[in-house]
C-alpha cells in the first residue's frame, strides 16, 4: 500500500471516531460523520432516502458539498461507510455534470443496479476552515475557504472565543491557545477575514461577525493561529506537554488507567499533541486523580500509531481500575518555569524545567518578551524588571542549552520557538526577574461568590482595592477572570465592609476584553495613600443580586408614562435628562413591555427635597437591547439632583392596552415567594384573578419573563396556591410565549366569564426558592430551587447559621448543624458553603458557592440542622419577604402595620414591623396619596393629611421605610412603591404619620397577636372580622396585617 493510501486511511479512521453531527439542507443531508462528512441521505417527497454507491460519482460529490456549504469533495466512499441507513434506498440515479448548484438541478434515470443499505454511498468534503503547519490537524495557521480559494485570518482581536468554534467546526476538542503574529508562519493569498467577533456559540466560524470577506488592515505577518485539544489532553502536570492523560470520547473527557501503560503509549500520545518525544511515563495518579469516566485501560499501542484512539485497549469505558491508577506522561517538550531565591513567589532566578531537567537560563537573550510569557504562566502579573549576572544567586547543575525567543503573547513558554544557544554561558550569567506580582483575586462578604468587597493576593498578602482608581472595564475583567460573567455595578466599602490589611491603590488601566487582571497595565502597587473606607466593591451579573441591577420602573400613576427610575448600585435612583436619547428610551419601553416611545421630556420633584440624594445619568444603547442592564454602564453624580432636570416617558403601550386604568400589573402570591404562586392582575383600582380557561404554558413562560423569575416549570395548576377572592379579571388567555408582558397577550378582560375561584391559574418559575427541614424542625435542610428539591452542603456552616435558618422555619432561635447522609441519594446538591452573617435576615442573603457548585460527600456532608423548637406563634415572624420587583409590591406575608397614637384614633404615627423589630418610616415624599392607602387599609375611612417631620412625637429604632410612592388606589401599603431597608439616611425627626376620617375605630380580629415587648397601657391587635371590646388603655396601638 501506497504512503499516500495509509494516510488516507488513517484520516478516514480518524473522521469516523470524532463526534458526529448532521449537515441539512432543503434537499440533501450528510448523516453520522463530523461537519462537511457522512452518509448521503435525499428528501425524495417527505421521506429521507439513501443513496447507492453504485453510480455515485464526483460529479455528484461536487454539487451535494456546494449545496451544503462545504468545500470541494475530498474522497466519495462506498460500502456504507458512515453505517447502514434506515428506511428507502433512493430509486434514482443522479447524473449532475459538477457544476449544479444543488441536487435538484441535476438529471436523474431510473437505477440500473439492484442496492441495499450495505451500498449506502457516503462523501468526504472539504472543511470551510483548517489549520495549517501545526503538528496535526487540528493545530495550525487558521485559513477560510471562499469563492474555491484558501485565505488567511488576521490575528486583529482574535480571542478564545474565535478559537473555540474553528475547534468545534473541526471536531477538535477545545480551544487550548490563540496565537498571533504568524506563529505558524505566514500564509500566503488573500487574507479573507479580519476583525473577528464571535459569541463562542456559532456553529463555524463563516457564521461570525467580521470586517467582511477581503476587507482588512493587517498583512500575512499577523496571521491568526490555534492549538485545539483535539481528542487527547494532559492535566495538571503545570503544561501542555506533561500530565494526567485524558481523551474525548462521545463529548466527554475521561481518564486512562495506568494498566500496562509505557513508553510507546506515551510516545503516541507525545507526539499527537506535538510535544516532541515521551520522557517518562507515571501511574498511580501522579498528577492527581481526575473525574469523570475511566474511557480506557489496557491500552497497548505500537508506538507508530497518529493518535491515542488508534492503539488497542479494552474498550471504551471497559476497565476494572479506579480513578487512583490514572495514567500520567511528561513529554521532551515540556517546559515549566519557576522563579527561584528571590524575596516573594513572583521574583527570583529563572529556571526551567524542561522534560526531567531542571535548567537556569542565560541573560544574554532573555528579553522583555521571555519576561511577559514567564510571568503570565506563573499568574504573577506583568514583569517589573529583567535582571542579569546572576542578581538572585548563582543557581547549580546544568544552563539551559536553548535559547527562548518567545513573541511575549503565548500563554506559556512550551509554545515559544526556541534556538541553540550562540553564547558561552555560565552560571554567572543566570538570569533574574521580578514580576508585578498579583496571583488571585476574590471577592468578600458579599450575597455571594459573585458579589462582594474586591481583594487581590500580592507577595502572599491580601488587600482590597482603592476604590477611587477602579472603574467598570476592571470591575468585568475580574468577573470574567471569577467565571461571573460581566460587572453590572461599582459599590463603595459602606456596601461590604472595610476591609483590614494592605489597601492597594493600583490604577488597571482594562480594555475590558482581557481574562484575567494581570494582562492589564497597572501602575506599580502602594501608588497612592487610600484607606479601606474607599475600598472598591462589585456586583457581577453571576451574582444573585445582579438580576436588580438595571430594573427599571414609571413613577408617577401610570404603568407606561411617569419618571423614569433605575435600580443601579443597590438602591431606586431618578435618571437625568441629559445625554438621553431615543435608543436609551426604546429599551426602557421594551423592558417595560410598553411597547415603543412615544416621548421624552423634562420633569421636576414634585417638592424641593423630593429626591435630594444621588442621581444617576450615562447611560448609553444602541436601542437594541432587551434590558437598560444591557447598556454601557451609567454613573452616579455626587450631587443633589432636586434641582436637576429628570427624565419623563411616555410609552406606546398607553394606548393599545385598552384598560379603563393605563395602571395594569402582575403578581404571583400564596408561595411565600415572588416567583410561585396564584396569578393576580391589578385592573381597575384592585387585584383579581385570573381564570385557567385556554391557559397553557406559553402564557405561563410570559408570566415568568414579566416579573423576572426565569422560565416557567409549571402552567396548570389551578387553585394550587388556594382561591383566590374578589373579581376575576381575566379569561382565555393566549400569548404565542415570546412576549414581554402579559399584556401584549390576547384575553378576555372587564370580569365576563364562567368562572369560580377554584379555577385561579397558578404559576411555578424556575426561581422560586424554598428551604425546609425533613423531619420538621430538624432533620436535613433541603432547598428548592429550579423546580427541584436539592441539598446544602454543610461544609463551613456554623451555628450563626444554623440558627438563622429555624428562626426563618419559625422553628425557634437556635439550632445546631452536623454532617448527615443525602435523603434522596440521586438528589442535586444545590449549595456549598454557605456561612450566614449576623446582618443577614435570610438564607438568600447568605454568602455561598454558586448554585450547584460544590465539593460535597453525599453519605456525610449533607447539612443537617437540629432546632430548640421553640416556636414563636407570632404571625410578624423574621422571615417575612417582601416583593422587590416594580410592579410587584406586596409582601407574601403582609407586613405588620401600626398607627402610634391617642387611644382609640384613627391618627398617629405609622411604624411597621420588619426583621423582628418595629420601625418608623420617613417622611421624603409622603403625601396625601401614601395616606390614602393608610387609612384604607386600616378600616380608618378618607385620609384627611399626611403628617411629616415627626409630627406625633418621634419614634425610636429602625427606620424601615423610606421614598413610599402610592397612586392612592392600592389596597395595600405594600402594593406601593418603597425603598425596604434601614434607612440611616433618615433621622426620627422626619417620622412619617397619618390623620383620618374616622376619630376611631372598634378593631375587629381573627386572631390576637402579643409579644413580649408591648409597653405598659397599649395593647396590639390585628383587625379583620369579629368586633371585639375596646381594651381600657391610656392609649392604643392600632395593628393591622
Not at 475557504?145 to 485565505?151: I, M, N, P, V
Not at 484512539?309 to 471497559?318: D, E
Request: glycine fraction near 10%; aromatic fraction near 6%.
Amino acid at each position: 500500500m501506497c504512503a499516500g493510501q495509509r494516510e488516507m486511511d488513517s484520516y478516514r479512521t480518524l473522521i469516523l471516531l470524532m463526534s458526529t453531527v448532521t449537515l441539512t439542507t432543503a434537499g440533501v443531508r450528510l448523516v453520522d460523520g463530523p461537519r462537511c462528512s457522512g452518509r448521503v441521505e435525499v428528501l425524495h417527497g417527505k421521506t429521507w432516502t439513501t443513496v447507492c454507491d453504485a453510480d455515485f460519482d464526483q460529479q455528484d460529490a461536487e454539487v451535494v458539498c456546494r449545496d451544503l456549504g462545504c468545500g470541494p469533495p475530498e474522497e466519495v466512499l462506498g460500502a456504507a461507510a458512515f453505517g447502514r441507513g434506515e428506511g428507502q434506498v433512493w430509486t434514482e440515479e443522479l447524473q449532475c455534470r459538477g457544476n449544479g448548484s444543488d441536487i435538484y438541478s441535476c438529471p436523474t434515470s431510473s437505477y440500473k443496479h439492484s442496492c441495499s443499505h450495505d451500498n449506502d454511498v457516503g462523501l468526504l468534503c472539504a472543511d470551510n476552515v483548517r489549520l495549517v503547519d501545526g503538528s496535526s490537524h487540528c493545530s495550525g495557521r487558521v485559513e477560510v475557504l471562499h469563492r474555491g480559494q484558501w485565505g488567511t485570518v488576521c490575528d486583529d482581536d482574535w480571542d478564545m472565543r474565535d478559537a473555540a468554534v474553528v475547534c468545534r467546526e473541526l471536531g477538535c476538542g477545545e480551544a487550548v491557545d490563540v496565537l498571533g503574529n504568524s506563529h505558524f508562519g505566514p500564509g500566503s493569498g488573500p487574507i479573507w477575514m479580519d476583525d473577528i467577533d464571535c459569541s463562542g456559540s456559532e456553529s463555524t466560524l463563516k457564521n461570525c461577525r467580521s470586517a467582511g470577506w477581503g476587507k482588512h488592515n493587517c498583512n500575512q505577518t499577523k496571521n491568526a493561529g490555534v492549538i485545539c485539544s483535539d481528542s487527547v489532553r494532559l492535566m495538571d502536570g503545570g503544561g501542555r506537554c506533561s500530565g494526567r492523560v485524558e481523551v474525548l470520547h462521545r463529548g466527554q473527557w475521561g481518564t486512562v488507567c495506568d494498566d500496562d501503560w509505557d513508553m510507546r503509549d506515551a510516545a503516541v500520545v507525545c507526539r499527537e499533541l506535538g510535544c516532541g518525544e515521551a520522557v517518562d511515563v507515571l501511574g498511580n495518579s501522579h498528577f492527581g486523580p481526575g473525574s469523570g469516566p475511566i474511557w480506557m485501560d489496557d491500552v497497548d499501542c505500537t508506538g507508530s500509531e497518529s493518535t491515542l484512539k488508534n492503539c488497542t485497549s479494552a474498550g471504551w469505558g471497559k476497565h476494572d481500575c479506579n480513578q487512583t491508577k490514572n495514567a500520567g506522561v511528561i513529554c521532551s517538550g515540556h517546559k515549566m518555569p519557576r522563579l527561584t531565591h528571590g524575596p516573594h513567589l513572583c521574583s527570583g532566578r529563572v529556571e526551567v524545567l524542561h522534560g526531567n531537567t531542571l535548567a537556569t537560563v542565560c541573560d544574554a537573550d532573555f528579553d522583555q518578551q521571555d519576561a511577559e510569557v514567564v510571568c503570565r504562566e506563573l499568574g504573577c502579573g506583568h514583569p517589573m524588571k529583567v535582571l542579569g549576572a546572576a542578581a538572585f544567586g548563582r543557581g547549580e547543575g546544568q544552563v539551559w542549552t536553548e535559547e527562548l525567543q518567545c513573541r511575549g503573547n503565548e500563554s506559556e513558554i512550551s509554545l515559544c520557538p526556541t534556538s541553540s544557544v550562540k553564547q558561552n554561558c555560565s552560571h554567572y550569567n543566570d538570569v533574574g526577574l521580578i514580576c508585578s506580582g498579583h496571583t488571585a483575586v476574590r471577592l468578600l462578604n458579599g450575597w455571594d461568590y459573585c458579589s462582594g468587597r474586591v481583594e487581590l493576593l500580592y507577595l502572599s498578602d491580601w488587600g482590597s482595592v482603592c476604590g477611587a482608581s477602579w472603574d467598570m472595564k476592571a470591575a468585568s475583567v475580574l468577573c470574567g477572570q471569577l467565571k461571573c460573567g460581566s460587572a453590572v455595578a461599582l459599590l463603595a466599602a459602606d456596601w461590604f465592609g472595610e476591609g483590614s490589611g494592605h489597601i492597594w491603590a493600583d490604577v488597571f488601566d482594562c480594555h475590558g476584553n482581557e481574562t484575567h487582571l494581570s494582562e492589564c497595565s497597572i501602575s506599580s502597587w502602594n501608588r497612592a495613600a487610600c484607606s479601606h473606607k474607599q475600598a472598591a466593591g462589585v456586583i457581577c451579573n453571576g451574582s444573585s443580586q445582579a438580576f436588580h441591577e438595571g430594573q427599571v420602573r414609571l413613577s408617577g400613576g401610570r404603568e407606561c408614562q411617569g419618571q423614569v427610575e433605575v435600580y443601579f448600585s443597590q438602591d431606586w435612583r431618578r435618571v437625568l435628562l441629559d445625554a438621553w436619547s431615543v435608543p436609551e428610551a426604546s429599551v426602557v419601553c421594551r423592558q417595560l413591555g410598553c411597547g415603543s416611545v412615544l416621548n421624552f421630556s423634562s420633569s421636576s420633584p414634585s417638592s424641593p427635597d423630593q429626591h435630594s440624594h444621588i442621581c444617576v445619568t450615562g447611560f448609553n444603547c444602541s436601542g437594541i437591547e432587551a434590558h437598560l442592564g444591557n447598556c454601557s454602564s451609567a454613573n452616579l453624580l455626587n450631587l443633589s439632583c432636586s434641582s436637576m432636570e429628570q427624565l419623563s416617558i411616555t410609552c406606546s403601550g398607553m394606548c393599545y392596552i385598552n384598560l379603563k386604568t393605563a395602571h395594569s400589573s402582575i403578581r404571583l402570591v400564596g408561595s411565600g415567594g415572588d416567583c410561585a404562586g396564584r396569578l393576580e392582575v391589578f385592573l381597575s383600582g384592585s387585584w383579581g384573578t385570573v381564570c385557567d380557561d385556554s391557559w397553557d404554558i406559553e402564557d405561563a413562560q410570559v408570566v415568568c419573563r414579566q416579573l423576572q423569575c426565569g422560565v416557567a416549570l409549571s402552567a396548570y395548576v389551578p387553585a394550587w396556591f388556594g382561591p383566590g377572592t374578589g373579581p376575576i379579571w381575566l379569561n382565555e388567555v393566549q400569548c404565542e410565549g415570546n412576549e414581554t408582558s402579559l399584556w401584549n397577550c390576547r384575553y378576555q378582560s372587564g370580569g365576563k366569564h364562567d368562572c369560580r375561584h377554584k379555577e385561579d391559574i397558578g404559576v411555578v418559575c424556575s426561581e422560586f426558592k424554598e428551604i425546609r427541614l425533613t423531619e420538621g424542625c430538624k432533620g436535613n435542610l433541603e432547598v428548592f430551587y429550579n423546580g427541584t428539591w436539592g441539598n446544602v452542603c454543610v461544609n463551613e456552616m456554623n451555628e450563626e447559621t444554623a440558627s438563622l435558618i429555624c428562626q426563618e422555619l419559625n422553628c425557634g432561635k437556635t439550632g445546631r448543624e452536623s454532617g448527615a447522609r443525602a435523603r434522596v441519594e440521586s438528589s442535586p446538591n444545590w449549595l456549598d458553603q454557605v456561612k450566614c452573617r449576623k446582618h443577614d435576615s435570610t438564607l438568600w442573603h447568605c454568602p455561598s458557592d454558586p448554585w450547584g457548585h460544590n465539593k460535597c460527600d453525599n453519605d456525610k456532608e449533607v447539612a443537617h440542622i437540629t432546632c430548640s423548637e421553640v416556636k414563636n406563634e407570632m404571625l410578624m415572624k423574621k422571615h417575612v419577604k417582601c416583593s422587590s420587583f416594580p410592579h410587584q409590591r406586596q409582601c407574601s406575608v403582609p407586613l405588620p402595620l401600626r398607627l402610634s397614637g391617642p387611644e382609640g384614633s384613627c391618627s398617629g404615627r405609622l411604624e411597621v414591623y420588619h426583621n423582628a423589630a418595629w420601625g418608623s418610616i420617613c417622611d421624603d415624599q409622603w403625601d396625601i396619596r401614601d395616606a390614602e392607602v393608610v387609612c384604607r387599609q386600616l378600616g380608618c375611612g378618607k385620609a384627611l393629611s399626611a403628617n411629616g417631620s415627626a409630627a406625633f412625637g418621634a419614634g425610636e429604632g429602625v427606620i424601615w421605610l423610606n421614598r413610599v410612592e402610592c397612586r392612592g388606589d392600592e389596597i395595600h401599603l405594600w402594593d406601593c412603591s418603597y425603598s425596604l431597608k434601614n434607612h440611616t439616611d433618615c433621622s426620627h425627626k422626619e417620622d412619617a404619620g397619618v390623620t383620618c376620617a374616622d376619630i376611631s375605630l372598634t378593631p375587629v380580629i381573627t386572631s390576637k397577636v402579643t409579644t413580649n415587648s408591648i409597653s405598659v397601657g397599649k395593647s396590639e391587635m390585628i383587625t379583620t372580622s369579629r368586633p371585639l371590646p375596646q381594651p381600657v388603655t391610656s392609649s392604643v396601638v392600632l395593628l393591622v396585617l
